[in-house]
Each structure stands twice: as structure tokens, then as C-alpha cells.
């Protein structure tokens, strides 16, 4: 029995250290790109590489552990254990060397870890085979072969430890017991750990130099992981032609550099900024009152006094699609999401990004875990200087499901502000809430209704880190951003796809506004990042997508969202609401939005195409 168990551990054990190696291994090919890493940054990247190192080895000692488990049960001829074992170990250091030199020679011409991008161009070996010298073939091959070798080398040395003998009818019970229970834990590295994220590259991203965070992560997971992104995006929607596509999206494309805002809404060109996304504040909920007393209370009271946008709409029913048309100004997806596509998502620009290169320090804040649908690995690889969740983080107040609550956040977060202020550098600040989300289990008891009461005490901490904010000196010269993620299904009759179930709140307030106003355009949350830049003084030509509300001729002005299987799209004309299930109009009081929608919705993926 003891044979067996350590066995199994000894394959999972071999397994890490082969994909720990990779670490050094790679950095010391960078070494210029690595030189400023020193000592620490090298041991950083091999231990936050491990998390998914470790779920590479859950993957591989799958296998070994069900056959294990099985000799205690069942006799089979040692030599046909053996063969079967050892087929296997190879198989699996030759595709994991074959990925690793391959991505070694990539990584200087892609500038990112392998994935299932390059079936693109193994589907032409002639032509892919035409790019590859001679020197860099034979170069690869050897370290294919050196990998390969030790990794077979180091699996033979483990492969002694395996005892096929079953352990009898008495012990064999108990002994499935154990396996049962490395079983579980073998699953748990698979999934990446106990918490709310599953396996992911965002796993090991941490630190602000992208190369770094490329260096931590397992080419291995990175190129398996992606190999189910095979969806022709191309194709997803063809409305139009490419060239009448291209003509219809020039009409509606976000403003260029010289489209300066016609009205000035901050009585300072470059304030700190600090950005605000709320989770699930839907207009329904915060428009709702019982028994005459309003629900979010502190939000309608910040509405009066500050910019108030009436007309403003989420890009998408999910936080991290949400989050991208905010930070990134790039639309919604219906049945994907480009921040877990991060070839793509890295690709995209980004308000920290364009406030980094004007001096700018950049952080952004959540009480949870920012690994979940690849949170930090979009983040860091857009231009957030640093991240702060969960991990970071110690409250004497214990979290709930989704992390620490938003009284503990906002007030730490309030803190963080004044100090960034006193600090003396422009900054952009975010974060993110989380207590307005189900299971809505909050130390609050204000309404019986579950979401109203959620909805009631995120309100309630949100005004009090502002009213902290303003009894501060980081008021004077400060922006506030308050923005909703996406909405919610509140009352619960609300269809999914109507424009009431996407409408959100957006104010902006700080001592940066110069007076109060009520904005009655027609927008979107892609629209912030083209806005919130024109008034800096900033250009945003690289937003395509987003439109400078306050521009004195802009583009046609109009709220876009997508829900799971349509689009919606609506203005001061009217609406049209698309249902892909079908192909089914559902609502066309201006039917001239529903080829605005087409063309936003097909340009979308024709851009996620080309990525």
C-alpha cells in the first residue's frame, strides 16, 4: 500500500518539478528581458507559476492514479503494467517538450506564451515551415530532446516505486478509500483550488511587467486551455458583406483624436480619477421605493449633486464583460467573453493604460478573488499598475462568499484614496463591489425583500466612503465614477432583453465637477472611456468602439447591449431589439437601429477574428 501511495505522489511530485524547471529555464533564454528581475523576481515567477503547474499535474497523474487503484483490485501481468506506464510517461514528456521548445522559439516574435493560435498555421506546414531557418530547427530539437530526456529519465526513476501486486480482498476496501481521497485531491489542483476561479492563466499573473507574468505561466495549460477556442467569430454574424460592413461601422466608430468636447464638465483638466463599478445597481432597483422610503437612498441623493447620465445602459448582463465595455471601451459579446480570451483581451485598449503613459500610477481594488474569468491577467496586461483583492488583503471581519462585503472595502478603499492623494502623484483608482450579488447575504436588515436589502446596504457604503472622501483633501482635485456592472432582473417579471432590463445608474461627482447637470444623451458603458478622456484632454483615437458623449458632432448617439442570444439597441427615436434564437425581431420602434445593431454586433466579431 505505502508503494502505491507514493507512487502516485511521486508522479504528481515529478510532474511539478518537470513544469517548475520551465521557469528558469525560460528566463535564462530571455535573460535580457529577465535582467531586471533580479534574484527575487525569479523566484516570484517560480512560485506563482506553480498554481497552474500543479493543475498540469493533477492532469497527468489522472491517469497513473485510476491505474493504481485498479492493481488493488485486479492482476495483471507486471510487464503489461509496466509497458502501459511507460508509454504513457513518454507520451507525455514528448508533447510536453515539443511545447516548450516551440514556445521558447515563439515567445520573441508573439510576445506571448503558446496557445492554439498556431494550429492557425500548422494547418499549412509548407507554408508555416517556410519561416523556420535551419539553426533554429536544430536548436529546438535539441532542447526538445534534452527536455524529453530527463523527463523520461526522472519518470523511470518513479516508475520503480509502482507495485502492481493486489492488495487482497481485506485491504483492498481501505485502500480504495485513500485513492478515493487522493482522488479529491488531485481533482482540486485540476480545478485550481477551493475557491470561486477554476484554473486559469490569471492564476499566476502578479506583477505590472508583463513579461514576468508571461514567464510564470505553463505553456503547457496555456496551449491545452485554449484549444477549445476554435469558433469562426468571422462568421458568427453575416449581415453584410465585409465591405458594407466596414462602410455602415466607419458611420457609427467612436471620435478621433481632434473631436474636442464641446462642453467641459470638470473645472480641472487632470484630476485623480477614481472609478467605482457597482455590482448589479440596476435603475429598476435604484428607482425602487417601499412604502415610500427609496432603496438606495444615497444614490439618488449623488445624482443631484453631481453629473447625472439618464439615459445610460450596461453592454451585457455579466461582471467581466461589463468591466471590459467600462475599462475598454469595447462592446459586449453575445454567447462569449473577450476577457477570457486573452490573446485577444490583451490586445484591447484601456483608460489605465492612457492615463499610465500620462503619469498616471494605476491600482484597482476588489474583496474578492480577481482571478475569477481571468480578471487579472486583463487587467495587468491593460495597464493596472498593481492589484489589490482577497489574498492581499486582512479584515478582522471574516468574508463572505464572494470575499470581504463593501462596508469593510469602502471603507478600506476610502482610506487608500486619501493616502494616494497625500502621496502627491495623479491616479487612477477602481473598484470593484460585490456585496449586491447573490447569495445577497449581507450584515444588514433593512427590507424583507433579499435583493432590495443587498441592494440597500451597498448603497449605504457607498455614500459613506463618499461623504469620507468629501470631509477629505483628495475632494478638491478628485473624480468619482460611479457606474453599474450591468443590471438586474428586478422586479422578476422584467424580460431579459428589453432596454429597462439594461439600464443602469452613472454619475460622476468629486470636486473636480464644476456643477451639477443632467446629461439626457443616449449612451453606453463603451462610451465612458471616449468621455471620461476628453474631458483629460486625452486622445482616445484607439477606442473605436466609444463615443465622446460631450463631442460637439459626434457619431449618432445611442445606447448597444447584447444578452445571450440578441442584441438591443435603442436612442431618443426609438428602439430595436433583436433575438439571434431564430433570427426573430422582437421589438422595432425605429427599425433603422436594428442594422445599427447588426453592424455593431458583426463588427465586434470580426474583430475578435482578426485577434
Known sequence: MKRKITFVLAVFGATLLAMAVQKPVFLAWYAAEAAGAGFGGWCAVIWHGLSLDATVAGYVTALPLLLTLLSCWVRFPERLWRRVMTGYFVLVALLTAVVFAVDV?????????????????????????????????VRQTLLGGVYTAAMVWLYG???????????????????????????????????????????NVSKVYFSSEMFLNHAATNPVFSFLSSLGDNADYAAAYPFFDERTRAVRFDALRGNGRNAEPAVRVLDTLRPNVVV??????????????????????????????????ENFFANSFRTDRGEVAILSGFPAQTKTSVMKLPAKSR????????????????????????????????????????????????????????????????????DRVIALDAAGRPFLAGLLTLSSHKPFDVPYAKFENEVLNAMAF???CVGAMIDRLKASPAWRNLLVVLVADHGYPYPKTLPYNVPLRHRIPMIWTGGAVAAPRVVEEYASQIDLAATLLGQLGIGHDDFEYSKDIFAPAPPRKFAYYTFNDGFGVVDATGEAIWDATGDRVVSATNPGLLDVGRTMLQTTYTDLAGR
Open 276 to 309: 467605482v463599478i457597482l455590482e448589479s445597481f440596476a435603475r429598476t432597483v435604484m428607482d425602487e421605493e417601499v412604502d415610500g422610503e427609496p432603496v438606495m437612498p444615497n444614490m439618488q441623493r449623488l445624482k443631484r449633486e453631481g453629473v447625472w447620465f
Open 347 to 414: 490586445t484591447l485598449p484601456s483608460v489605465a493604460r492612457s492615463l499610465g503613459r500620462e503619469g498616471y500610477a494605476t491600482s484597482f481594488a476588489y474583496g474578492g478573488d480577481l482571478n475569477f474569468t481571468n480578471q487579472a491577467q486583463y487587467m495587468y496586461a491593460t495597464g493596472w499598475q498593481e492589484l489589490v483583492w482577497q489574498k492581499d488583503l486582512r479584515f478582522d471581519t471574516p468574508p463572505a462568499d464572494w470575499g470581504y462585503d463593501d462596508a469593510v472595502m469602502c471603507d478600506w478603499f476610502a
Open 157 to 199: 526513476r518513479v516508475l520503480r516505486l509502482f507495485d502492481g501486486e493486489p492488495c487482497g480482498a481485506r485491504r483492498a476496501l481501505p485502500a480504495t478509500l485513500l485513492f478515493l481521497l487522493l482522488a479529491g485531491g488531485d481533482f482540486l489542483a485540476i480545478r485550481g483550488g477551493t475557491g470561486a476561479s477554476v484554473a
Open 458 to 460: 451597498s448603497d449605504a
Open 105 to 137: 522559439a515563439l515567445y520573441e516574435h508573439w510576445g506571448f506564451r503558446l496557445d492554439s493560435t498556431i494550429l492557425i498555421y500548422l494547418a499549412d506546414p509548407k507554408e508555416a515551415m517556410a519561416s523556420v531557418d535551419w539553426a533554429l530547427g
